[in-house]
């Protein structure tokens, strides 16, 4: 027997596959790459997040079920807020101008008297800019009134402007107000709540029912 008639046992095996072992793994990484690709453009793989960026998206401080009152300079409650979670974001190292804090759910009340009822107006969604005084509610916003006259009056919108240190709301958008047996549609209001005033500003229509 010669030299070359011995072999180690399994060598013809690995001569075999080992030219089907090599590509395996760039056919690995070629597969992962494309796997990427694909999950990205379909939106299922978030994009990284920049420490500057990170700020406008993550709270800084955040509260569960709220309950915030504001009392005027002869100690009468002059509004109170709930909501299930506050989130507050500092956009910059320090507080500035451009911080702002998000509200779920809100629901602000004011304190109506027996000569002029109150309000209470509920949304989806609130914002707070820096000032501390604007809100911005948006989506659902809901204001409703108890009027002796004429019952429950409702004011449905999609956003909602209002100065809680001015007892003062306004929108440019599209209302519809409601009562007992009145229907009123309008674009843009501007509602005057201390001194129960409404102003309806453009496009208005009505229904009476009696």
Known sequence: MTDTDVHAPGN???????PLLWPLPWL???????????????????????????????????????EMREFATDGTLHF????????????????????????????IEFVG??????WHI?????????NGELFTLSTDVLAQQASKTQG??????????????EQFAET????????????????GMRAYIKQDQINLLSKVTGTYAP
């Open 122 to 130: 509920s949304a989806q969604l609130g914002r707070n800019d820096n």
């Open 113 to 118: 008297t027996d000569e002029k009822p109150g």
């Open 172 to 187: 440019d958008k599209a209302v519809t107000m409601r009562s007992d047996k009145t229907q009123l549609n309008t674009v």
């Open 28 to 66: 690995l990484v070629a597969a992962f790459v494309i796997i990427f690709v694909v999950l990205k453009y379909s939106g299922n793989v978030p994009e990284l997040i920049n420490p500057e960026r990170a700020k406008a998206v993550f709270p800084q401080i955040f509260m569960t079920d709220v």
């Open 80 to 107: 109170q807020l709930k909501t299930p979670l506050i989130r507050h974001f500092q956009v910059e190292e320090k507080a500035s101008e451009r911080d702002y804090t998000l509200f779920d759910l809100p629901q």
């Open 12 to 18: 013809d095996n690995l001569k075999k596959l080992n």
């Open 152 to 165: 429950i009056i409702n004011i449905n919108t999609t956003e909602l402007r209002v100065n809680t240190r």
